[in-house]
């Protein structure tokens, strides 16, 4: 029989995404909002700040334009304002990500027991690394929620149609993230010596299919087939062009992991060895998620987020086969212990306070709002806005016109000496606003009119006419990639001025 409560779980563990992501308007890392959020506004908006990646076309279009889907229904309806648009994107993939629930619980029920899936479902409902990525449009979260979906389906019987829906999710899956291409073939492989041939073709079938829609999207976007996942090698593999952005030693995602539960997770890793005919296949798809991450020289611990929704499969098999031999008593006042222990661990980790967390997480909460984003916000609305000037922060930290919604020119300290040599003025000759952290840099010219935390908004009282910098461009130059390399692809929208 189901569990009567899973519904009712579920719907808690949306509610505490969404009220968790509301609150949380920060960043994890840059790439959310200029490979994915800002394109998509770039897209269904025209205008946008377009990073290095979208002018040699290393990145898919599949994320923005899922993205793309509710900017443009907010367009539509003319409720196109940040203040809008942003809460209902992030609302969608708290909707998406909620699907983790089910699948640990089926999951954990397919390898164990009954109540293997209720403890596995009730960690995800509530773990706090699940619920601060829930809203974040990565597609290291979307592949892992397809992976452990493919894994599900793997883990139980199957038919023709459950065996087509394995094709779509798993290929679709590596679409996303084509590093997730060695765990995608130990599950291809699994089932290919477990399945039946009419399930094989139907599930080959419908992962060719996908294959070729992902090549076809590059092809309408990039000019070529499969362009995206060709340059991305080429720039990363081949050119080196990651190592650029940091190198990380060989226990890197070993040691934060470990961070990021407390040790929890790795302590129900070492104990899943115990029952490794139960549990041989997900414990082979974590280690070698991390072990071939491990190869790769520039790590960031997002890469290996499907480790996450696996381990907690995991660790709600091993809580129910420890706590089996005991009494009945006894045995639901262990596995209510553990699942009290969990939440301590979680509620911890949310406000940033276990040991070794800070290496991993920078948010003290982690649903603490970054001010300078609702200075973007803010600004929106504001209608005397005509150019903007960003002190004190590099552009990859900033909001970018997602946040700001206005097409108008935004200014970076790059700028500055440029401002400087052909007009002999600074910021005052070309911004009507500054967006400043109080830090040192100064801005004469400006007066503060407003604070958003610790964040200065400025208004320009010069009264000096406003001039726009020549040569000022939405392309953010990335200099050691642009002198070197030449882009080989044919872009589908325009180019930003």
Request: proline letters at 6%; hydrophobic letters at 55%; glycine letters at 8%.
């Amino acid at each position: 029989m189901r569990w009567r409560a899973l519904p009712w779980l579920i719907a808690a563990g949306f509610v505490l995404r969404v009220l968790f992501a509301l609150r949380a308007n920060n960043i994890h890392h840059p790439d959310e909002i200029f490979q994915y959020l800002e394109q998509a506004h770039r897209l269904v908006f025209g205008n946008g700040l377009m990073p290095w990646e979208f002018r040699f076309g290393t990145r898919s279009w599949l994320v923005p334009l899922l993205i793309g889907a509710p900017l443009q229904v907010t367009a539509w309806l003319g409720l196109d304002r940040p203040a809008i648009y942003i809460p209902a994107v992030k609302i969608l993939f708290c909707a998406i990500s909620v699907v983790v629930i089910p699948l640990v619980y089926t999951g954990a029920r397919r390898i164990a027991s009954e109540a293997a899936g209720r403890m596995a479902a009730v960690v995800a409902a509530i773990w706090y690394e699940l619920v601060y990525f829930s809203f974040r449009p990565l597609p290291d979260a979307l592949s892992a929620y397809l992976l452990l979906g493919a894994l599900v389906i793997v883990l139980g019987p199957v038919s023709r149609r459950r065996a087509a829906i394995f094709g779509v999710v798993l290929a679709l899956a590596v679409a996303l993230r084509v590093q997730l291409l060695p765990l995608a073939g130990i599950l291809a492989l699994v089932a290919a010596v477990t399945w039946t041939n009419r399930c094989r073709a139907a599930a080959a079938a419908t992962a060719a299919a996908v294959v070729v829609a992902a090549g076809l999207l590059d092809r309408l976007t990039w000019g070529g087939w499969f362009a995206s996942y060709y340059n991305n090698y080429l720039f990363n593999a081949v050119h080196g062009v990651s190592s650029l952005f940091g190198e990380q030693g060989h226990r890197f995602f070993a040691d934060q992991l470990v961070a990021a539960s407390f040790g929890v997770f790795a302590a129900a890793g070492l104990c899943g060895l115990w029952w490794w005919r139960r549990l041989w296949l997900p414990i082979t798809l974590i280690v070698v998620l991390v072990a071939s991450h491990t190869l790769i020289w520039h790590k960031e611990y997002r890469f290996v987020f499907a480790a996450i929704p696996l381990v907690i499969l995991l660790f709600g098999v091993v809580a129910a086969l420890v706590t089996e031999p005991l009494s009945a008593t006894r045995r639901r006042v262990g596995r209510a212990a553990v699942l009290a222990g969990v939440c301590v661990v979680s509620f911890a980790g949310a406000w940033n306070r276990l040991p070794g967390q800070r290496a991993v997480y920078d948010h003290v909460p982690l649903c603490a709002p970054d001010p300078s984003l609702q200075a973007y916000m803010q600004l929106s609305d504001d209608p005397s806005l005509t150019a903007l000037f960003i002190a004190d922060e590099e552009w990859w930290f900033s909001g970018g016109y997602y946040y700001l919604h206005r097409d108008v020119p935004i200014y970076f300290m790059r700028d500055v000496e440029v401002m400087r040599a052909e007009s002999g003025l600074g910021v005052e000759a070309y911004a009507s606003h500054v967006i400043q952290r109080g830090g040192a840099h100064k801005t004469p010219g400006f007066a503060v009119v407003s604070h958003v935390g610790s964040v200065e908004l400025r208004r320009n009282v010069t009264g000096l006419p406003l001039r726009v910098l020549a040569g000022y461009s939405r392309q953010v130059p990335e200099p050691t990639i642009d002198r070197t390399y030449t882009p080989h692809v044919r872009p589908f929208l325009p180019q930003p001025r």
